[in-house]
């Protein structure tokens, strides 16, 4: 299946979703921006590039592990894990800014800007800046820089540029907006580095492609070490880049069922999750460049959302698989906080891994349906990031009481510095 060839389609659409929906004055640098993408595609010697930057400096191939007392405790299918967690900078967000970055080298560009809600995306591009060499500037909500100071820690000391945004509700929309008044004042020489696989065309295309490299990777692993294709593979959907990723090297193996699993949050009812597609609390809309569907209420305007996990919190999905679940290729699941932090414990327990909050969810999906499958069976988990950049939220969400006592003797010390 070519989800990407165009010849008797609108180019950039999948179905009814997807599009470039910008501001007129964007339109010379997005074209560019498709063309060189175009270029690169078609180009064997691009990807060769991007596989030996991978390897060389973010350690890919990642492995498949195999997890054989999660398999054996539960008595169902066989479960294999595919560990981006292993990634320079402890996730999949590190293959799409690489990519983006030998892009901009392409395009002679020499100044790159993101948004970032977390900070994890800000984190990886602040890495590919310094290693490139580009002026780097990140724009965050006001709150989210108070909230996630550890990741802006490590974007300034790479030397990138943190901004804070104090307008509106000071998260990640209107870091959005900041970052989109700096693109069309300096597209010239800047480059706007998305983080997921959602945005104007070419931008879910392009990150999907640079995240292929995780399925590719996959299923030959599968081949050679497991002894076949899994029956299900499990990837967790904040904007879907990951779950693009893995889904991509499977697509034509129409015995693979693919399981997309959203934020379910503290469960149904709007405001409480952030799950797109599972729930029904979604509508088809046009923001953020892109038609798709969005949480939104009746007059347009985004509701807020929930999750244990920062990454999923968002409320657009990328359209390719909004396509892909309305021609029923892909399954839609949403889990909940609870089931999260009951899966990370248990994959902890049994096998010494810490997934990301994110990945859990992938975790918690599979290890329910793995329990009423065959041993025969296999099913793969994107891992799609490592835990310990959520020590704070895994800790409150276990009550960990040493933990606690921990932060707060160390902020005792800071205060008895300043004061003394
Ligand atoms: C950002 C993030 C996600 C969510 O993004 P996708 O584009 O849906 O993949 C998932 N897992 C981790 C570890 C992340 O950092």
């Known amino acids: 299946m070519n989800l990407f060839d165009f010849t008797d389609g609108r180019e950039g659409y999948y179905g009814e979703y997807g599009g470039t929906f910008l501001p007129e004055i964007l339109h010379t640098t997005i074209e560019e921006l498709k063309l060189e993408f175009r270029k690169a595609k078609e180009d064997p010697a691009f990807w060769q590039e991007f596989l030996q930057l991978m390897q060389s400096y973010s350690g890919r191939p990642t492995p498949v592990s195999y997890l054989e007392n999660l398999s054996k405790k539960l008595g169902g299918a066989q479960i294999y894990v595919k560990r981006e967690d292993l990634n320079h900078t402890g996730s999949h967000k590190i293959n799409n800014v690489m990519g983006q970055g030998l892009l901009v080298k392409r395009m002679g560009k020499t100044r790159i800007i993101a948004e970032t809600g977390a ?14 060499g580009f002026d780097t500037k990140i724009y965050m909500g006001a709150h989210d820089v108070a909230r996630q100071r550890p990741n802006v820690f490590w974007m300034e000391n790479m030397g990138a540029e943190v901004v804070a945004v104090t307008d509106g509700q000071q998260t ?13 004042t300096n597209m010239d020489n800047t480059h706007y580095v998305l983080g997921t696989a959602c945005g104007p065309h070419p931008f879910p295309e392009m990150v ?10 996959a299923r030959q692993q599968m081949l050679d070490n497991a002894g076949g294709l899994p029956d299900r593979i499990f990837a967790c959907v904040g904007g879907g880049s990951n779950a693009m990723g893995l889904f991509q090297g499977f697509l034509d193996d129409e015995a693979v069922e693919l399981v997309g699993c959203e934020a379910g ?12 597609l599972a729930y029904k609390d979604a509508s088809v809309g046009v923001a953020q460049g892109m038609k798709t569907y969005f949480l ?60 990301a909050l994110e990945s859990a969810h992938g975790f918690a999906q599979a290890i329910k349906e793995a329990a009423t499958m065959k041993p025969s069976e296999r099913v793969l988990i994107n ?11 895994i800790a409150d969400a276990l009550g960990d009481e040493h933990w606690k006592r921990f932060i707060a003797q160390k902020a005792d010390e800071y205060k008895a510095e300043k004061e003394g």
């Not at 999907?208 to 990777?217: A, L, R």
């Not at 949050?265 to 797109?276: D, F, I, M, Q």
């Not at 390719?320 to 899966?343: G, I, N, Q, S, Y």
């Open 119 to 132: 900070g994890q995306h800000g984190y990886a591009t602040a890495t590919m800046g310094a290693r490139f």
């Open 172 to 184: 990640l929309k209107d870091a959005i907006n900041e970052c989109l008044r700096d693109w069309v």
């Open 208 to 217: 999907s492609w640079f995240q292929s490299i995780i399925g590719k990777e």
């Open 265 to 276: 949050g503290l469960g149904e009812g709007k405001g409480n999750h952030a799950s797109r």
């Open 296 to 355: 939104q209420n009746d007059d347009g305007n985004m509701l807020e959302t929930h999750s244990v996990a920062a990454g999923l919190d968002y409320i657009g999905v990328n359209p390719v698989l909004v396509h892909l679940w309305e021609k029923e290729r892909v399954r839609f699941e949403a889990v909940t906080d609870d089931e999260v932090t009951e899966a990370l414990k248990m994959a902890m327990l049994t096998e010494g891994i810490i997934p």
């Open 383 to 393: 891992m799609s990031g490592r835990g310990d950049k959520d020590i704070f939220t």
